[in-house]
């Protein structure tokens, strides 16, 4: 019984850096949009007619 637990617990270490990867990488991709979002809109701005 214990080598299915250890196997159990493995496998959730596994999923829960997995897990952890894709919420770095959906971190990373939403801050990378919010700065191009705000460089377009100050590009927007400055080059807004007076």
């Known amino acids: ?6 196997e159990r ?3 959730r270490l ?3 850096t997995k ?5 770095w990488w959906w ?5 990378f949009g919010i700065h ?3 460089f377009v809109m100050i590009y927007a701005v ?3 007619p007076k």
């Open 19 to 23: 897990n952890e990867r894709h919420m």
């Open 14 to 16: 596994a999923q829960e």
């Open 1 to 6: 019984m214990p080598d299915a637990d250890r």
């Open 46 to 48: 400055m080059h807004a």
């Open 27 to 31: 971190l990373a991709y939403f801050l």
């Open 9 to 11: 617990e493995q496998q």
């Open 36 to 38: 191009i979002v705000a």
